[in-house]
């Protein structure tokens, strides 16, 4: 009897478990699957198997335009998100003052206020300020949105850093910068590393406010969308998706292994005389 | 470990640490108040009291990690006055280990050696040595993670030792152990200390760690030094009440001071009648009254119609068993507090019925006169 309840229970969770990852995964399937195949139009069944849509890519110059745009806001976005994200992350994890934790709430806000009225919001401020808009206005906002996820991802690091291994580290002989090199920056360095990856990620991959934010110069999320306009032009858009998808996957599963080994190096640490 | 040394090693008179009148205020709120002390050299001595004594604090001046706001400290003859951590000759070994998680046992060790440039066959003899002196000899490559919390603590210790400091320090670095691995590491530390001669000074709050290993004991309460003597001398002839209490269990009788004189004090007890015991050094009349304290196993149960020089008798009012011994509460007449006795369970002291008339003796010499 039981036994018979566990496999009917087991296989219903099985089933369950089956169709939630359809269900999540099965769009992102089609994006590959119809990337290589040689008719233009996305339709069942395939008519046979091409990378031309991938050797057009790189003789598209206004792609490679954007791309370029995107790296260059990817990286100027990430940088600086990480760096305001270590000095907030630091401050948090360090220090006990009154207002920590809501201060830490309203830096986490942006990751769930609505995209397009954070974008309008900024595009006034930027307006009123007399910027011109430019990839420095998208980079402002993609810091704005990347710091939240920047700051969950350094707090996790620096959690439990044992303020004594600095202390031991001095004890020892060693000399402020010494300590910095040989012991806080190897400690917290996976950390830092995972941060920048999941920001330039999500830089990468945001179409709102670089859509609003932006003056004449694309990014890829934007040229993506131009071109959907083109029937002709679609097989090309799949193509490029499927490659964005592989790179946001590769860089966030980095990002994530970093990530754990950072918080594994400290938690340990400090987890065993808590 | 070494083999332990049956001899102690004998000691020097010469002081290690000096520290004079060291106050370390927090705003009004002072952590150590005027704190004057020697520590000798080749000395186990343990700072211990309850949290908030100010005995880290005491200890984190001594290394460095934190400055006093008024007074001195020298070390091994030299004023650390504006001498940052990093170029003490003090180690320390930390409460929570400290042991540096992105580097393997071998290069914790050799951490401060490092920079001392000795080239790789010196680094590593002396590494292999320290790991040798710890136990741990061939987990040189381990992980700190792959670690338990006793491994942990002598990779702290030879990380420290390696650097053959002046001065050892060691903050609570037992308290994260479960009790039988606490108990050897007690015996392995004074062992330890008693080979390598380097001074100790170790921070406890754990009295039976500190009278187990110490060669002195300085008891500190709010932020002040209350005593300082040999664990012996500490147990046995505390100076006031508090330092009796937080040593141990003890029997406090009220007493009226009949006479004193430089050496002794005769001394009037409802449950001990007339004593003369010998007066405490850091005795201070204050008034006509005095405390008598005793011990609980310095009272012994008389058995049948055995005599003792010294006795009172009373009623046992509650038994409680505790496996090797027993504990026994009797009710003295014209006592207010009833006393605790601690009897071995060799004779029975733990069938002894609860209402049983008993005698028990003591010895004057056990009755240490305090200060009210």
């Not at chain 1, 359809?22 to 008519?47: D, E, G, Q, W």
């Not at chain 1, 990480?82 to 830490?104: C, E, K, M, V």
């Not at chain 2, 002390?37 to 604090?57: D, Q, V």
Request: aromatic share 8%; hydrophobic share 45%; net charge neutral.
């Amino acid at each position: 009897m039981t036994a018979m309840r566990r496999f009917f229970a087991g296989g219903w969770l099985t089933a369950y478990a089956f169709l939630y990852i359809v269900f999540l995964y099965l769009p992102v399937i089609f994006l590959p699957i119809f990337s290589i195949n040689t008719a233009p139009t996305p339709k069942f069944p395939l008519t046979g198997y091409t990378l031309k849509w991938y050797e057009d890519l790189p003789k598209t110059p206004a792609l490679l335009d954007a791309a370029w745009n995107s790296l260059i806001v990817g990286v100027s976005a990430s940088v600086l998100a990480t760096l305001l994200g270590i000095l907030a992350a630091r401050s948090i994890t360090r220090y006990r003052y009154p207002g920590r934790r809501t201060i830490n709430g309203l830096i986490m806000a942006p990751l769930v206020l609505p995209e397009i009225i954070l974008a309008i919001s900024m595009l006034l401020v930027m307006l009123q300020l007399g910027l011109s808009l430019s990839l420095f206005t998208v980079v402002l906002g993609h810091v704005l949105i990347c710091i939240p996820y920047s700051m969950t991802v350094l707090t996790a690091g620096f959690e439990g850093f044992d303020r004594s291994l600095e202390e031991a580290s001095a004890d020892l002989g060693e000399s402020a910068f010494g300590t910095f090199r040989r012991v806080t920056l190897p400690m917290v360095a996976p950390a830092i590393i995972s941060s920048l990856l999941v920001c330039f990620t999500i830089s990468l991959d945001e179409f709102v406010i670089a859509f609003f934010l932006t003056g004449t110069e694309t990014t890829l999320p934007i040229y993506i969308w131009g071109q959907l306009r083109f029937a002709a032009k679609l097989p090309g858009v799949l193509a490029l998706g499927t490659l964005l998808l592989v790179a946001s996957f590769v860089l966030m599963t980095v990002a994530e292994i970093l990530r754990r080994r950072a918080a594994r190096r400290t938690q340990n640490e400090g987890g065993l005389y808590a | 470990m070494p083999e332990p040394t049956q001899a102690e090693r004998p000691q020097t008179d010469r002081a290690m640490i000096e520290i004079r009148s060291v106050t370390r205020s927090y705003g009004a709120f002072k952590a150590l108040d005027d704190a004057t002390l020697t520590i000798r050299e080749g000395e186990f001595f343990s700072l211990l009291g309850p949290s908030g004594c100010g005995k880290t604090t005491l200890l984190r001046m001594i290394a460095g990690f934190d400055n006093p706001t008024s007074g001195s400290i020298s070390v091994g003859g030299q004023s650390m006055e504006g001498i940052p951590a990093n170029r003490r000759p003090t180690n320390m070994v930390f409460q929570s280990y400290a042991i540096f998680p992105h580097l393997n046992v071998e290069q914790n060790v050799a951490y401060g050696l490092k920079r001392l440039k000795l080239g790789g066959t010196e680094e590593t003899r002396r590494v292999e040595e320290a790991l040798a002196q710890v136990s741990l000899t061939g987990l040189g490559k381990r992980l700190a993670t792959e670690l338990s919390g006793g491994q942990r603590q002598r990779v702290a210790l030879a990380r420290a030792l390696v650097m053959r400091p002046k001065v050892l320090l060691l903050d609570e670095p037992l308290s994260a152990l479960d009790k039988k691995l606490r108990e050897q590491m007690q015996v392995e530390l004074r062992r330890l200390q008693q080979a390598v001669g380097i001074t100790f000074v170790l921070v406890t709050h754990d009295q039976y760690e500190a009278l187990a290993m110490s060669d002195r004991i300085a008891v500190m309460f709010g932020g002040k030094i209350a005593q300082v003597a040999s664990p012996k001398e500490i147990y046995q002839r505390p100076v006031n009440r508090q330092v009796a209490d937080f040593l141990g269990g003890m029997n406090f009788v009220k007493a009226e001071i009949v006479e004193e004189n430089a050496a002794s004090l005769v001394v009037d007890t409802l449950g001990f009648g007339r004593v003369r015991t010998d007066k405490p050094k850091a005795f201070v009349r204050n008034g006509g009254g005095a405390t008598l304290g005793i011990r609980p196993e310095r009272l012994r149960v008389l058995w049948d119609n055995a005599t003792a020089k010294f006795e009172v008798a009373g009623k046992v009012v509650e038994r409680h068993y505790f496996g090797e011994i027993t504990h026994l509460i009797v009710e003295i007449p014209g006592l207010e507090k009833p006393l605790s006795v601690t009897e071995t369970n060799d004779f029975g002291a733990d069938d002894i019925p609860v209402g049983t008339s008993i005698r028990l003796a003591y010895d004057p010499e056990a009755l240490v006169a305090m200060a009210d």
